[in-house]
Protein backbone atom coordinates (compact mmCIF):
# COMPACT_ATOMS: atom_id res chain seq x y z
CA UNK A 1 0.00 0.00 0.00
CA UNK A 2 1.06 3.68 -0.84
CA UNK A 3 0.80 6.72 1.86
CA UNK A 4 1.66 9.63 2.90
CA UNK A 5 2.06 11.07 6.24
CA UNK A 6 2.73 15.01 7.15
CA UNK A 7 2.59 14.00 10.83
CA UNK A 8 2.41 18.30 11.63
CA UNK A 9 -0.58 19.57 11.31
CA UNK A 10 0.10 23.30 12.07
CA UNK A 11 3.25 25.31 12.42
CA UNK A 12 3.40 28.61 13.57
CA UNK A 13 6.53 30.67 12.81
CA UNK A 14 7.95 34.56 13.10
CA UNK A 15 9.08 35.87 9.82
CA UNK A 16 12.49 35.03 8.85
CA UNK A 17 12.91 32.07 11.31
CA UNK A 18 13.65 29.04 9.54
CA UNK A 19 10.49 26.27 9.37
CA UNK A 20 11.13 22.11 8.17
CA UNK A 21 7.67 20.51 6.83
CA UNK A 22 8.42 16.77 7.17
CA UNK A 23 6.80 14.36 4.83
CA UNK A 24 7.59 10.51 5.33
CA UNK A 25 5.92 8.00 2.42
CA UNK A 26 4.99 4.43 1.92
CA UNK A 27 5.81 2.67 -0.52
CA UNK A 28 6.56 -1.44 -2.26
CA UNK A 29 7.42 0.45 -5.51
CA UNK A 30 11.10 0.73 -6.49
CA UNK A 31 9.88 3.46 -9.36
CA UNK A 32 7.92 6.94 -7.86
CA UNK A 33 7.75 10.25 -7.60
CA UNK A 34 7.65 12.72 -4.78
CA UNK A 35 5.65 15.76 -5.13
CA UNK A 36 5.29 19.16 -2.66
CA UNK A 37 2.87 21.15 -3.33
CA UNK A 38 1.50 24.73 -1.84
CA UNK A 39 -2.20 25.64 -1.20
CA UNK A 40 -2.94 29.45 -0.78
CA UNK A 41 -6.43 30.26 0.80
CA UNK A 42 -7.32 30.59 -2.80
CA UNK A 43 -7.25 26.79 -3.26
CA UNK A 44 -4.62 26.42 -6.23
CA UNK A 45 -2.34 24.13 -5.84
CA UNK A 46 0.95 25.54 -6.73
CA UNK A 47 3.67 22.97 -7.76
CA UNK A 48 6.85 23.46 -6.31
CA UNK A 49 8.92 20.14 -6.70
CA UNK A 50 8.80 16.09 -8.19
CA UNK A 51 11.73 14.24 -6.97
CA UNK A 52 12.07 10.73 -8.87
CA UNK A 53 13.14 7.54 -6.54
CA UNK A 54 16.44 7.48 -8.38
CA UNK A 55 17.46 10.82 -6.99
CA UNK A 56 18.51 11.10 -3.89
CA UNK A 57 20.18 14.95 -4.72
CA UNK A 58 19.53 17.27 -2.26
CA UNK A 59 17.75 20.40 -4.13
CA UNK A 60 17.47 23.98 -3.58
CA UNK A 61 15.87 26.66 -5.33
CA UNK A 62 15.98 30.10 -3.08
CA UNK A 63 14.96 30.00 -0.04
CA UNK A 64 13.41 26.39 -0.31
CA UNK A 65 15.08 23.21 0.07
CA UNK A 66 14.18 19.63 0.05
CA UNK A 67 15.86 16.37 1.64
CA UNK A 68 15.48 13.24 0.39
CA UNK A 69 16.40 10.66 2.19
CA UNK A 70 15.63 6.55 0.90
CA UNK A 71 16.66 5.16 3.71
CA UNK A 72 14.01 6.84 6.14
CA UNK A 73 11.55 7.24 3.12
CA UNK A 74 11.16 11.03 3.90
CA UNK A 75 10.69 13.93 1.46
CA UNK A 76 11.60 17.13 4.13
CA UNK A 77 10.81 20.84 3.20
CA UNK A 78 12.91 23.44 4.60
CA UNK A 79 11.83 27.24 3.66
CA UNK A 80 14.67 29.53 4.80
CA UNK A 81 14.10 32.93 6.55
CA UNK A 82 10.08 32.51 6.30
CA UNK A 83 8.31 35.32 4.88
CA UNK A 84 4.24 36.13 5.57
CA UNK A 85 3.53 34.80 1.73
CA UNK A 86 4.63 31.61 2.51
CA UNK A 87 1.94 31.13 4.54
CA UNK A 88 0.00 28.36 3.36
CA UNK A 89 -1.13 24.65 3.52
CA UNK A 90 1.71 22.37 2.09
CA UNK A 91 1.09 18.59 1.07
CA UNK A 92 3.54 16.17 0.33
CA UNK A 93 1.99 13.36 -2.72
CA UNK A 94 3.65 10.41 -3.90
CA UNK A 95 3.00 8.69 -7.30
CA UNK A 96 4.29 5.47 -8.18
CA UNK A 97 5.24 4.21 -11.70
CA UNK A 98 2.70 1.74 -11.70
CA UNK A 99 -0.17 3.21 -10.97
CA UNK A 100 -1.86 4.73 -13.46
CA UNK A 101 -0.04 7.76 -14.22
CA UNK A 102 -0.99 10.93 -12.47
CA UNK A 103 -2.80 9.23 -9.39
CA UNK A 104 -1.24 11.25 -6.75
CA UNK A 105 -1.46 10.18 -2.91
CA UNK A 106 -1.56 13.07 -0.55
CA UNK A 107 -0.88 13.90 2.79
CA UNK A 108 -2.69 15.47 5.19
CA UNK A 109 -1.24 18.47 5.04
CA UNK A 110 0.58 21.16 7.08
CA UNK A 111 -0.67 24.35 7.68
CA UNK A 112 2.10 26.80 8.07
CA UNK A 113 1.61 30.34 9.38
CA UNK A 114 4.09 32.80 9.38
CA UNK A 115 3.53 35.80 11.70
CA UNK A 116 4.92 39.17 11.28
CA UNK B 1 -0.74 30.79 -18.80
CA UNK B 2 -2.79 27.45 -17.18
CA UNK B 3 -2.25 24.04 -18.60
CA UNK B 4 -5.69 23.00 -16.86
CA UNK B 5 -8.40 24.67 -17.09
CA UNK B 6 -11.55 24.25 -14.79
CA UNK B 7 -14.97 26.24 -14.98
CA UNK B 8 -16.54 27.54 -12.71
CA UNK B 9 -14.09 28.63 -10.13
CA UNK B 10 -16.87 28.79 -7.55
CA UNK B 11 -20.55 28.22 -7.75
CA UNK B 12 -23.89 28.22 -5.59
CA UNK B 13 -26.39 25.71 -6.05
CA UNK B 14 -29.29 25.28 -4.57
CA UNK B 15 -29.93 21.63 -2.51
CA UNK B 16 -31.93 19.29 -5.00
CA UNK B 17 -30.25 20.51 -8.15
CA UNK B 18 -27.08 20.08 -9.94
CA UNK B 19 -23.99 21.09 -11.15
CA UNK B 20 -21.67 20.16 -13.38
CA UNK B 21 -17.68 21.55 -13.23
CA UNK B 22 -15.28 21.24 -16.32
CA UNK B 23 -11.82 20.46 -16.57
CA UNK B 24 -9.73 21.31 -19.84
CA UNK B 25 -6.42 20.07 -20.83
CA UNK B 26 -5.38 22.97 -22.67
CA UNK B 27 -1.85 21.94 -24.27
CA UNK B 28 -1.88 18.54 -24.48
CA UNK B 29 -4.05 15.29 -24.70
CA UNK B 30 -5.56 13.66 -21.68
CA UNK B 31 -6.51 9.88 -21.99
CA UNK B 32 -6.99 10.22 -18.09
CA UNK B 33 -7.84 12.72 -15.78
CA UNK B 34 -8.52 12.58 -11.94
CA UNK B 35 -10.78 14.46 -9.84
CA UNK B 36 -10.25 15.10 -6.13
CA UNK B 37 -12.26 16.23 -3.52
CA UNK B 38 -11.10 18.59 -0.55
CA UNK B 39 -13.28 19.17 2.68
CA UNK B 40 -11.96 22.09 4.79
CA UNK B 41 -8.48 21.67 6.72
CA UNK B 42 -8.88 18.32 5.13
CA UNK B 43 -6.22 16.99 2.19
CA UNK B 44 -7.45 16.17 -1.47
CA UNK B 45 -8.99 13.03 -1.61
CA UNK B 46 -8.91 11.26 -4.71
CA UNK B 47 -12.49 11.24 -5.75
CA UNK B 48 -12.22 8.92 -9.37
CA UNK B 49 -10.35 8.52 -12.27
CA UNK B 50 -11.74 9.63 -15.98
CA UNK B 51 -10.74 7.71 -18.75
CA UNK B 52 -11.31 9.27 -22.11
CA UNK B 53 -14.05 7.05 -23.97
CA UNK B 54 -15.12 4.68 -21.33
CA UNK B 55 -16.34 4.91 -18.04
CA UNK B 56 -14.68 6.30 -14.74
CA UNK B 57 -13.33 4.86 -11.99
CA UNK B 58 -14.72 5.45 -8.58
CA UNK B 59 -12.86 5.24 -5.77
CA UNK B 60 -14.31 3.38 -2.98
CA UNK B 61 -17.08 4.79 -1.46
CA UNK B 62 -17.55 7.86 -4.06
CA UNK B 63 -20.99 7.44 -5.06
CA UNK B 64 -20.74 6.93 -8.99
CA UNK B 65 -24.92 7.65 -9.42
CA UNK B 66 -24.08 11.12 -7.46
CA UNK B 67 -21.06 12.11 -9.41
CA UNK B 68 -21.05 11.13 -13.07
CA UNK B 69 -18.03 11.81 -14.66
CA UNK B 70 -17.74 12.24 -18.92
CA UNK B 71 -14.71 12.38 -20.35
CA UNK B 72 -16.21 12.50 -24.01
CA UNK B 73 -12.82 14.15 -25.74
CA UNK B 74 -9.21 13.78 -24.92
CA UNK B 75 -9.17 17.66 -24.08
CA UNK B 76 -12.56 17.30 -21.60
CA UNK B 77 -13.54 15.81 -18.55
CA UNK B 78 -17.03 17.09 -16.67
CA UNK B 79 -18.27 16.29 -13.33
CA UNK B 80 -21.56 16.46 -12.61
CA UNK B 81 -22.80 16.46 -8.83
CA UNK B 82 -26.61 15.46 -9.63
CA UNK B 83 -29.10 16.19 -6.90
CA UNK B 84 -26.75 18.49 -4.65
CA UNK B 85 -27.06 18.79 -1.16
CA UNK B 86 -25.07 20.79 1.68
CA UNK B 87 -22.60 17.93 2.35
CA UNK B 88 -21.44 18.02 -0.78
CA UNK B 89 -20.20 21.44 -0.48
CA UNK B 90 -16.65 20.94 -0.99
CA UNK B 91 -13.41 21.77 -3.12
CA UNK B 92 -13.73 20.07 -5.95
CA UNK B 93 -10.35 20.18 -8.36
CA UNK B 94 -8.84 18.26 -11.32
CA UNK B 95 -5.44 16.89 -12.57
CA UNK B 96 -4.07 15.88 -16.11
CA UNK B 97 -1.12 14.28 -17.49
CA UNK B 98 -0.21 14.36 -20.70
CA UNK B 99 1.65 10.48 -20.52
CA UNK B 100 1.11 8.15 -17.99
CA UNK B 101 5.36 8.48 -16.53
CA UNK B 102 3.75 10.20 -13.56
CA UNK B 103 6.51 12.33 -14.37
CA UNK B 104 4.42 15.65 -15.05
CA UNK B 105 1.02 16.36 -13.71
CA UNK B 106 -0.78 19.98 -13.76
CA UNK B 107 -3.91 20.55 -11.33
CA UNK B 108 -6.70 22.88 -12.21
CA UNK B 109 -7.45 25.85 -10.95
CA UNK B 110 -10.66 24.00 -8.36
CA UNK B 111 -13.90 24.79 -8.13
CA UNK B 112 -15.47 25.79 -4.78
CA UNK B 113 -19.15 24.30 -4.55
CA UNK B 114 -21.55 25.57 -2.08
CA UNK B 115 -25.02 23.89 -1.79
CA UNK B 116 -27.49 26.24 -0.11
Known amino acids: AQKVTQAQTEISVVEKEDVTLDCVYETRDTTYYLFWYKQPPSGELVFLIR??????QNEISGRYSWNFQKSTSSFNFTITASQVVDSAVYFC?????????????FGQGTELSVKP | GAVVSQHPSWVICKSGTSVKIECRSL??????MFWYRQFPKQSLMLMATSNEGSKATYEQGVEKDKFLINHASLTLSTLTVTSAHPEDSSFYIC????????????FGEGSWLTVV
Open chain 1, 93 to 105: ALITYYNQGGKLI
Open chain 2, 27 to 32: DFQATT
Open chain 1, 51 to 56: RNSFDE
Open chain 2, 95 to 106: SAAPDRSGNTIY
